[in-house]
C-alpha cells in the first residue's frame, strides 16, 4: 500500500462532508460552486446525482434523499414540457435543442436566465442510475418517486440518439460515449426496477440495449472506449463508465483497456486531464477526475495505483480545506488561462462535485 498521510486527507474528509452538508439548499438542491459566478445559483442533475451518491455511501444518506426529492419536484414540474418532447420525438418533429430539458436548474427547480450549453443528456441517465443505487443501498421505497422516473424514462428513451453537448458542455455535434454509458446505465437501472409498468420497462429494456449495441460498434478503438462515436480520442469521463456506474463490467478487456488509455494519455502525477487540447483555464488537471480514474483503477484490481490517486486529489485542497474544480499547475495551454479569469474570476472553488468524488473513492479504498 502507498503512503498515504491518513491524518491530513482524514481532515480534508471531514471538511467535504460538512462542505456538502453546509452548503445544500433547504429544498435539496446541490450548488456547484457557491462562489463561481458562472455557476452561483445553480444545481446540474449531472454533479448532484454524482454528489448523491457519494453522500449515499459516506453516511450522509438523508442529504442524498433529500436532493433526490429535489429532483423529482423539478422534473414532475416539467411534465407538460417532457410529454411534449416525448409526442414530437415520436412523430419525427423533434423539438429544438433548445427547448429539451435543461443540464441545470435553479435551486427553486427553474431554469435561470443566463445562457448556457444547456442540452445534455448524461445527467437524467446519471440522476436515475444514482436515485436506485441510492435505495438500494439503503432498503428505500420509491413509489414516491414514480412519476419522476417515469417522466425520465419517456425522455430519455424518446431521445437518447440525439447529439448533445458532453459533460464539459462542448462538442453538440457529437454522440458521446461517456453520455451514452450514463443514459445507460439510468434505463438498465430503471428496467430492472420492477417499477415500470410493462409498456415502459420493455421500452427502456430496448433502449438499453440499443445503446450497448451502439457503443461496442462505433465507441471502441483499439479496444478501449473513445470520447466520441466514430473517434479516436479518450475523455476523462469514461472512466467513470467502469466506476462508479459499473455500467462497463470492471473485469473486462474493455475496461481495462480504456483505464490504461486514460492513465496513458491523460493522467500526469496522479492529476488527471479532462482531454488532450483541454484550454478551459488553461486547461488543468482535475481533481475529481483523478478520483474517477482511481474508481476504475480500484474496480479493476489495482488498488495501490487507485491509494495514490486519492492521496493527489486530497492534496489539491486549499489551505482553509476547499476543493477546486482544476488545479492551474502543469497547465495543456497556459496561454488561455488569463481570458477566463479575466471573464469569470478564479477557478471554482470550492466545487462541491470535487469533495464528493473525494469521499467516493476514499469509500472505496478504505471499505472495499
Known sequence: MPHV?????????????????????????????????????????????FIADAASVAGLPDSA???????????????????????????????????????????DGGVGVDDWWDFQLDGYGTYLWALF??????????????AAIQLTVDYLVSSWDRPCYDWWEESSG?????????????????????????????????AAAQIRDLIEREGVVDGHLVKWLGGTSVDASLSALVSPLGYIPAQTDLARATVTAVESELA???????????????????????????????????????????AWAARTATATLDMPEQVSDQLLAPERIQEWEDKWG?????????????????????HP
Open 5 to 49: 498521510d491518513r491524518a491530513a486527507a482524514e481532515r480534508v474528509l471531514a471538511a467535504s462532508r460538512d462542505t456538502i452538508s453546509r452548503l445544500q439548499d433547504a429544498n435539496g438542491a446541490y450548488p456547484a460552486s457557491p462562489t463561481f459566478s458562472a455557476y452561483r445559483g445553480y444545481c446540474w442533475f449531472r454533479d448532484g446525482s
Open 65 to 107: 434523499s433529500a436532493f433526490f426529492d429535489w429532483c423529482a419536484a423539478t422534473l414532475t414540474s416539467r411534465a407538460a414540457a417532457v410529454t411534449d418532447i416525448v409526442a414530437r420525438a415520436k412523430t419525427s418533429t423533434p423539438v429544438d435543442d433548445l427547448h429539451m430539458l435543461p443540464a441545470r436548474f435553479t435551486f
Open 133 to 146: 443505487a441510492h435505495a438500494a443501498r439503503h432498503d428505500l421505497p420509491l413509489e414516491g418517486h414514480l
Open 174 to 206: 457529437h454522440r458521446h460515449v461517456s453520455t451514452l454509458g450514463c443514459v445507460g446505465a439510468g434505463l438498465e437501472a430503471a428496467a430492472a426496477s420492477a417499477l415500470l409498468d410493462p409498456e415502459r420497462e420493455a421500452a427502456a429494456t430496448l
Open 268 to 310: 500526469r502525477d496522479h492529476g488527471v486531464y479532462r482531454y488532450l487540447g483541454d484550454t478551459f483555464y488553461g486547461g488543468g488537471r482535475w481533481p475529481l477526475l483523478s478520483c474517477f480514474l482511481g474508481l476504475a483503477m480500484h474496480a479493476t484490481g489495482r488498488e495501490d495505483d487507485a491509494a495514490e490517486y486519492l
Open 346 to 366: 478564479a477557478v471554482a472553488t470550492p466545487l462541491l462535485w470535487s469533495h464528493a468524488m473525494l469521499l467516493r473513492l476514499n469509500a472505496e479504498v478504505t
